[in-house]
């Protein structure tokens, strides 16, 4: 299947790397005080997430928050490498990321909530799909207890963008993050480049 099952792993033939256009990100001063760490704060789904972004080279984001991605715009306030660029319109986010990749040759990242958040993208992944241009798509989703039971903004969005990624995933598994993201910008960006949709249902995001 297209999306990730904790039985049923993908494995790569190739060796495994991010992205070979995507140079480590150097610090720059964020635009926004950093929120620093509690002293008893635990890290959560969320801030792994953000930590495979920055080992993936990742400086630029773009973004609009949503309930369902809520937890992932809060890790990515405590990230000094990472820029989170705030717009008005999912749509206007991922043809942003898409404008970002063509211009630095690099992925362009996007980030969505669920369901109508989700469904906003789809134009922009088709349209990478189609120009060969590399993104990941990293949306929230409904926690896992909920899936297939017509939650509130629940959209199967693997199966929306089926035929308009080169792949797409859904984590089921927080332990899984890190090699799904680094999966993700590698096929993304290599062989034909396009576009990759991670699904990330919330309550893995708060684990």
């Not at 790569?12 to 992205?19: G, K, Q, V, Y």
């Not at 610090?27 to 926004?32: E, G, H, I, Y």
């Not at 040759?105 to 922009?124: H, I, K, M, Q, Y």
């Amino acid at each position: 299947p297209r999306y990730l099952l904790p039985s049923s792993r993908r494995v790569l033939t190739a060796p495994i790397r991010c992205s070979a256009v995507s140079p480590s990100p150097t610090p720059a001063p964020p635009a926004t005080a950093l929120r620093p760490w509690g002293p008893s704060e635990p890290r959560k789904g969320a801030d792994i997430l953000v930590g495979a972004l920055e080992r993936c080279g990742i400086s630029d984001v773009f973004a609009y928050p949503g309930g369902a991605s809520m937890e992932i715009h809060q890790a990515l306030t405590r990230s000094p490498l990472i820029t989170n660029h705030l717009f008005r319109h999912e749509q206007g986010e991922a043809f942003a990321a898409s404008g970002y990749a063509r211009a630095s040759g690099r992925v362009g990242v996007c980030v969505a909530t669920s369901g109508p958040g989700a469904t906003n993208l789809v134009s922009a992944l088709a349209d990478a799909l189609l120009d060969s241009i590399p993104m990941v798509a990293i949306t929230g989703q409904v926690p896992r207890r909920m899936i297939g039971t017509d939650a509130f903004q629940e959209t199967p969005i693997v199966e929306v963008t089926r035929s308009i990624t080169k792949h797409n995933y859904l984590v089921l598994d927080v332990e899984d993050i890190p090699r799904v993201i680094q999966e993700a910008f590698f096929l993304a960006s290599s062989g034909r480049p396009g576009p990759v949709l991670v699904d990330i249902p919330k309550d893995i995001q708060q684990q």
